[in-house]
């Protein structure tokens, strides 16, 4: 039988586990323990000391971030003011432009107007002096009458007061 089991040892062994026990006890409690609590307490200021940091880092990526916002939104409102001043230059030349493009366009159809009204006026007096010669040409050739060249072309001209009528 081993001597663990044998009854008559048990008191000896229950002493001795006992004080060796309490000694380790003793010595995890004075020696091991703070190195412990120490190594505890170190990681726990360094990470205290990184959570503060990163706080801080936060603290200042947010304020870098509403500036950036805060630079967007200008250069968004610049851009915004340049265009609608591009808008409204464009808009002005354009109509300035569209003005003088009418104007021109106006005195361009008034002298056509007018040379279409002289060319008109040209075309009728020639129709008015070759029914004047037709009509003193046929009144002598029909009637062997020679009329003079203020009457035909007063009749003519009556003529042409009446088709203007109708």
């Known amino acids: ?9 048990f008191a000896s062994q229950s002493f001795w ?18 190195l412990m609590r120490a190594t505890v307490d170190l990681r726990q200021a360094r990470l205290d000391e990184d959570i503060e940091a990163t706080e801080k880092l936060k603290a200042k990526a947010e304020t870098i ?8 939104a200008e250069a968004r409102k610049e851009t915004q003011d340049i265009l609608a001043r591009a808008q409204q230059e464009s808009q002005a030349l354009l109509t300035v432009s569209e003005q003088a493009f009418n104007d021109r366009l106006n005195a361009r159809i008034a002298d056509s107007e007018k040379q279409l009204d002289r060319i008109r006026a040209e075309a009728l007096d020639n129709v008015k002096r070759i029914a004047a010669d037709i009509t003193g040409a046929m009144a002598e050739k029909i009637a062997g009458v020679t009329l003079l060249p203020d009457e035909i072309s007063a009749s003519v001209a009556e003529a042409a007061k009446k088709e203007k009528q109708e």
């Open 17 to 34: 586990l006992l004080i060796t026990f309490c000694a380790m006890l003793v010595v995890v409690r004075v020696c091991v323990m703070p």
């Open 1 to 9: 039988m081993l001597p663990q089991m044998d009854p008559t040892w």
């Open 65 to 72: 971030i509403k500036e950036y916002d805060a630079r967007i």
